[in-house]
């Protein structure tokens, strides 16, 4: 909800409005009505402003999900502080040097990984005991505004480059609110659904998930043990999903009931490439599946597949959603729209990489058909150069994914004095059969030039060869 087109309502306090008694946040055998947390964000947000805690000052969340998290995370907003979510995967040295690369000098570290590191200059506040004194005085009036600065400063978001190296991702509040709307319009959230949130909240696809579900009504739902997707859908009605493949393979694996597909409306997946037959496969066992293409700088989705697409398109990327935009220029995928970040932090500064009419270059390769779907090609940065031809070794594996029998591939490039370069591939075939170059070829001309056809294909090695080597 807007009021001008500088502020818009933060959706805890709209969603207390709208949707009242209604759940808005399980864990476990706790339920959070949205009136039970626009409470709880409001005393946070006391306890944080009796703390001390300033306008735009950067605050670190160094943790896994739980049932705190997204109420910290609304209660830095309220402020209009700066939530700055840091994956508990990195080392304790590497959280430290983020921490003084973003400028975040006030952490919440509830796992204690700094404990054993000097940390000087960086204030910890106990997540435990600040959540206790909310508790003790939940009935405080509001302790800020419900309305936001649109462009203000609202989170900071590590992703990670070609290089690797993390870069510091700088959104605005509208950032989130139109990436969620857009998303919204294409699947559709209600009183009454349950999203699971199986991704973590430090990577902008779990914050998504947190925008999208308040704005729409539904509940969102925080695993206790997020490997076991199947049971929390069984155990929770679960009906939205958002998942990256690895998930949704595991999930596969673990076997669904009937009734559990049913129950599902939607499976989102992304996070990076998706093998084709993991997609037809999930697709043949009854799941909602929808194929997205995403990046933190845009804020999550930029283009998705919608419930109406038949199975061929879920082999595409999707749609440009709405509030964003998109360009294929030279092959190269360009991005804007309302959805597009602030900048990256870095060195006290925040710089926006985009050329004179707005265009982010993402990196990726890819083209648009006539009826506007997206397919991605791959990175630039892994293209190389075959007798003068350029060539996408994730074109290729996504294409070998496509023929029967072949579950994954890795294709990689080989010095040739000829041409330059020549892809060659790894394959892991079903039931372990042997290779069948011959077959495998003239499958893969149907769909690929001469010059994309891998030289040679090699059995995938096993785990114990792998080890070996290592």
Request: glycine letters at 8%; aromatic letters at 8%; a neutral charge.
């Amino acid at each position: 909800m807007r009021d001008s087109l500088d502020r818009i309502e933060c959706p805890v306090s709209s969603g207390a409005k709208r949707f009242a008694e209604l759940p808005a946040l399980i864990c476990g055998d706790a339920t959070t009505s949205y009136v039970g947390l626009e409470q709880m964000v409001n005393a946070v947000a006391f306890q944080l402003r009796e703390a001390g805690v300033a306008y735009e000052e950067r605050i670190a969340i160094i943790s896994h999900n739980r049932l705190e998290y997204p109420i910290l995370l609304f209660a830095i907003l309220r402020l209009q502080a700066v939530a700055c979510p840091i994956s508990p995967r990195f080392p304790p040295e590497s959280i430290l040097s983020i921490l003084r690369r973003i400028d975040c000098g006030t952490v919440f570290d509830p796992l204690n990984l700094l404990a054993h590191v000097p940390s000087n200059g960086i204030r910890k506040i106990s997540l435990d005991a600040l959540f206790d004194a909310a508790r003790l005085n939940g009935k405080r009036p509001r302790a800020e505004k419900a309305y936001l600065d649109s462009e203000g400063k609202a989170t900071i978001i590590l992703t990670s480059g070609s290089s690797g190296e993390p870069k510091a991702v700088s959104h605005s509040f509208a950032n989130h609110y139109f990436s969620a709307l857009g998303s919204n319009k294409n699947i559709t959230v209600f009183p009454g659904s349950r999203w699971l949130l199986a991704l973590p909240l430090y990577h902008v696809g779990g914050l998504g998930i947190v925008f999208r579900t308040l704005m729409g009504g539904g509940a969102i739902v925080i695993p206790t043990n997020s490997k076991h997707i199947g049971k929390s859908i069984k155990e929770h009605g679960i009906t939205h999903l958002s998942l990256v493949s690895t998930q949704l393979d595991r999930l596969l694996n673990e076997g669904l009931s009937t009734q559990t597909i049913q129950q599902l409306e939607a499976v989102l997946v992304g996070g990076g490439p998706t093998v084709s037959s993991l997609i037809a496969k999930a697709y043949d066992a009854g799941l909602p599946v929808h194929t997205t293409y995403g990046l933190t700088e845009m804020s999550s989705q930029v283009t998705t597949t919608s419930p109406e697409d038949r199975r061929d398109r879920l082999f595409t990327s999707g749609k440009v959603l709405d509030h964003r935009d998109l360009k294929v220029d030279n092959g190269q995928v360009f991005v804007k729209g309302k959805t597009l970040f602030k900048g990256y932090v870095k060195a006290g500064r925040t710089l926006l990489p985009v050329d004179d009419k707005g265009w982010f270059r993402t990196g990726d390769m890819g083209h648009i058909d006539s009826d506007g779907y997206l397919t991605l090609l791959g990175r630039q940065d892994n293209m190389f150069v075959s007798g003068g031809e350029n060539v996408y070794p994730e074109e290729i594996e996504d294409t070998l994914c496509r023929l029967p029998d072949i579950l994954q591939a890795v294709v990689i490039p080989i010095e040739d004095k000829e041409f330059g370069f020549r892809p060659v591939a790894f394959i892991k075939i079903e039931g372990n059969k042997a290779v069948d170059q011959g077959n495998i070829v003239s499958n893969l001309e149907r769909y690929l030039p001469r010059f994309k056809i891998p030289v040679a294909f090699f059995k995938w090695p096993e785990k114990e060869n792998i080890n070996n080597a290592n």
